[in-house]
């Protein structure tokens, strides 16, 4: 029995903290133009040469196995970088989606929920992603892709902006021509 009751603690205590892993620490966000400020730039193109395995091929190909090693290193390093600023803006994201869901707008409070759910789920991949690119790091012949990482965060920052026209066509009754 006692040994049931620790499992089932040790369970809720492993799901609240993987859900406040997930949901992030990052500042309050209350509208779009917060962003600029409180996210970090991704150069998305630069992240997936970054983890093209045909790079790392031909890499392979045209430099010494010591050189080869050092720079695959530091290219794995690179990429964990850019999944730490992908992790981190996803967090903003979650504390943007979360403001917008109480709007009296269903489409807004729909698209802001779709946008917390979004965000959570990238957390997660981007944790998991981490992981394979450190056992990379570990294990030099290792080829574990991070998965579809890239693709993820440009339908979360799709998701953004399908919010912020619906929340602008709110307040003012247009569709802005640019964001």
């Not at 009751?5 to 993987?18: D, E, G, R, T, Y």
């Amino acid at each position: 029995m006692t040994l049931a009751l620790f499992l089932v603690v040790l369970a809720v205590f492993a799901l609240a903290s993987l859900f406040f892993f997930a949901r992030g620490r990052s500042a309050s966000v209350k509208a779009l133009s917060d962003l600029k400020e409180k996210t970090r730039p991704v150069d998305v193109a630069a992240f997936r040469n970054l983890i093209d395995p045909s790079e790392e091929d031909y890499l392979r190909a045209n430099l010494s196995r010591g050189d080869f090693r050092s720079i695959r290193r530091e290219r794995l390093l690179a990429a964990i970088e850019y999944l730490r600023c992908v992790s981190a803006n996803a967090a903003v994201l979650v504390r943007l989606g979360e403001a917008a869901r109480h709007s009296e707008n269903p489409e807004i409070a729909k698209a802001a929920q779709d946008l917390v759910n979004s965000a959570l789920i990238l957390r997660l991949n981007v944790l998991a992603a981490e992981a394979k690119l450190y056992a990379n790091i570990l294990i030099p012949g290792l080829r574990l892709s991070p998965g579809t990482i890239a693709s993820s965060y440009e339908k979360l920052t799709g998701t953004v902006t399908r919010l912020g026209l619906l929340q602008n066509y709110a307040h003012t009754g247009k569709i802005p021509a640019t964001l």
